[in-house]
Nanobody
């Protein structure tokens, strides 16, 4: 599965962006999707998770209430709507996919088999 993440950019604090994660094979509807991010000099961290059937969504505490993960199965696209952005949200954002993530492991990036190339989000203060 080849993933593409896009939609990043430069935004002022308090602004919003919507990231998209797509698959050229248009099979994303069959996969669990996780969004992760990596800031300069820091380790990759979990952001949000969406079960393939929409049955479960989870968020990191740092983004809860500001970010929303959703899926358009017809377009084979998973979105990450990011509102009320903060400078600390600055990072490269990646989407990962796996056919079935054990729910207790959704925040563990190592369980995802497929990754996109990442898209840079920069939030200025």
């Amino acid at each position: 599965v080849q993933l593409q993440a896009f939609g990043g950019g430069l935004v002022q604090a308090g602004g919003f962006l919507r990231l998209s994660c797509t698959s050229s094979a248009r099979t994303l509807s069959r996969y669990d999707i996780g969004w992760f991010r990596q800031a300069p000099g820091k380790e990759r961290e979990f952001v949000a998770y969406h079960r393939w059937n929409g049955g479960n969504t989870y968020y990191a505490d740092s983004v809860k209430g500001r970010f929303t993960i959703s899926r358009d199965s017809a377009k084979s696209t998973v979105y990450l709507q990011m509102n009320s952005l903060k400078p600390e949200d600055t990072a490269v954002y990646y989407c990962g996919a796996d056919s079935r993530v054990i729910l207790s492991q959704y925040a563990n990036g190592q369980v995802y088999d497929f990754w996109g190339q990442g898209t840079l989000v920069t939030v200025s203060s």
